[in-house]
């Protein structure tokens, strides 16, 4: 069996809990797009767990992770965020951790450029609020085919790759000396740093397209892990504020290295209100006031798992939640913080975008979003704590009166109900997983 996690909104949605619900039940947990730049965060009996590379399934003894062929691989970062994780006492060796030898390396030179740039443009006011970890200039010299892949880590005595990297480097100097009048870097330096990492993940590296095509002949359960979410797609998101990679479940078995291989379940995770990191338009955070937002943010927890920084919050969005929902085509869906709600008497939820005179329900993120103002409807709360339950009858009213009126606005049920942040705090209604 073969089922895609994915986010429905602009990432951060809690994708990281629900996968790891599932990888208890799932032999092999696969990260398929994206790089360090957006973490999902997990709460265990052994503490509180913030991923950026390692899938979520890392945390289970007995899943088999991957890293898949459409990731951009930081290795340095890889590297500390495993020995974090076995100070907590997880296992990381080539036994559970298996990466692509298609998948492309971050250099040490792409978060220099991501700095670079980050920092021009912020001058101007003009930044795309990057998380300055070179994700958006590894992908982009990934299709100017000026990067290594990691299969190359195991082959650097070859002549043809150390002739490749010498002229990536030639034409990596050019642009840091050129553009922003930095030192160039030495080449020798480059091979030793390559030379380092071949030695510490030289037994990791794999073949990963066989390995996984082995594993659904032998119908093991395979859960592929998307990172941020319909919003930051490169294709359907709020271009230009988007990630660099495609977050679209579509994707999934490409960036997974079974691209032949069907879906057989899409889970889109939602939160029960509506936040973002970054730039770009953002409708919900104009429905409420200052106020409302700093307290939202407080009860959530609302700051990024990967930078810190906090989140923009806002209420429910219908809209944007909707398109998300048609591009991951889900036929499941993850409803994550409804807890979180607890403390508000009324509840509101958009509804509708206004521009003018004219409501609207359909969102296209080649419009000017930033025009729009959020119609809002209010839904009374339920002003008790709802970590407790384990069944959907057992919500209050109100709760599910909220529940059911997402369901309404997105023609969709949805089959599962995170109500805290410990591993048991959910519950399910309906077909589930």
Known sequence: MLTAVTGINWGDEGKGRVIDLLAEQADIVVRYQGGNNAGHTVVTDKGKFVLNLLPSGILHPDVVCVLGDGMV?????????????????????????????????????????????????????????????????????KYRKKTLRLADLLHLDNENVKARLKTILDAKNLELAGCYHQEPMSYPALLSWCEKQADIFRDYICDTGIFLNNALADNKKVVLEAQLGAMRDIDYGIFPYTSSSSTIAAYGPLGAGIPYAPLNHIVGVLKAYSTCVGAGPFVA????????????????????????????????????????????????????????????????????????????TEFDPTDNIDMYKPVVELMPGWLTDISKYRTYDELPDNARNYIEKLEKLLNHEIQFISVGAERNQYLTKGEWL
Request: aromatic share 8%; charged share 25%; with cysteine.
């Open 285 to 360: 955070e104009n429905a409420m006031s200052e106020e409302w937002q700093k307290l939202l943010r407080k009860y959530g927890g609302e700051y990024g798992a990967a930078t810190g920084r906090p989140r923009r919050v806002g209420p429910f969005d219908a809209v944007a939640s909707a398109y998300g929902l048609k591009c991951q085509n889900s036929d499941l869906i993850a409803l994550t913080k409804l807890d979180i709600l607890s403390y508000m008497r009324e509840i509101p939820i958009i509804t509708g975008y206004k521009y003018k005179n004219t409501v609207v």
């Open 73 to 141: 691989i930081d290795l340095e970062h890889l590297s500390n965020e495993a020995e974090q994780i076995k100070e907590k006492g997880i296992s990381v060796t080539p036994d559970n951790l298996k990466l692509s030898k298609h998948a492309t390396i971050s250099m040490p030179w792409h978060k220099v450029q991501d700095e670079l740039e980050e920092n021009r443009l912020s001058a101007t006011g003009s930044a795309f609020g990057s998380t300055r970890r070179g994700i958006a200039y590894a992908y982009s010299d």
